[in-house]
Nanobody, 127 residues
Framework: VQLQASGGGLVQPGGSLRLSCTVSGFTSDYYAIGWFRQAPGKAREGVSCINRRDGSTYYADSVKGRFTISRDGAKNTVYLQMSSLKPEDTGIYYC?????????????????????WGNGTQVTVSA
């Protein structure tokens, strides 16, 4: 299984960015894709997740109403649309995958139990 993340960058507060995570290697839809982020000096935290099997989603309270996770099955890509960005959203964003259709690890920020990681992409929100 391979995950390739992209889309980070520098944006002003209130701006938007869209992250992408292209997934390959799964032979069925029995998995979930999540996003974690890590700010300098802080632990990695779960941000959002989508269950590939039924499309159910999860958002951390800190991003609810501002971030939207979605999938494009034809492209095997999961997107994280981030709007109304705040300086506290700054960090390295990692996409993750679990070989089970559950977002529990993201919801619990159980990053050390994640099955697969993609590369990180830097998001900086600053004036």
């Amino acid at each position: 299984v391979q995950l390739q993340a992209s889309g980070g960058g520098l944006v002003q507060p209130g701006g938007s960015l869209r992250l992408s995570c292209t997934v390959s290697g799964f032979t069925s839809d029995y998995y979930a894709i999540g996003w974690f982020r890590q700010a300098p000096g802080k632990a990695r935290e779960g941000v959002s997740c989508i269950n590939r099997r039924d499309g159910s989603t999860y958002y951390a309270d800190s991003v609810k109403g501002r971030f939207t996770i979605s999938r494009d099955g034809a492209k095997n890509t999961v997107y994280l649309q981030m709007s109304s960005l705040k300086p506290e959203d700054t960090g390295i964003y990692y996409c993750s995958a679990d070989g089970a259709p559950t977002c529990a690890k993201v919801r619990l920020s159980y990053y050390y139990g994640v099955d697969y990681w993609g590369n990180g992409t830097q998001v900086t929100v600053s004036a």
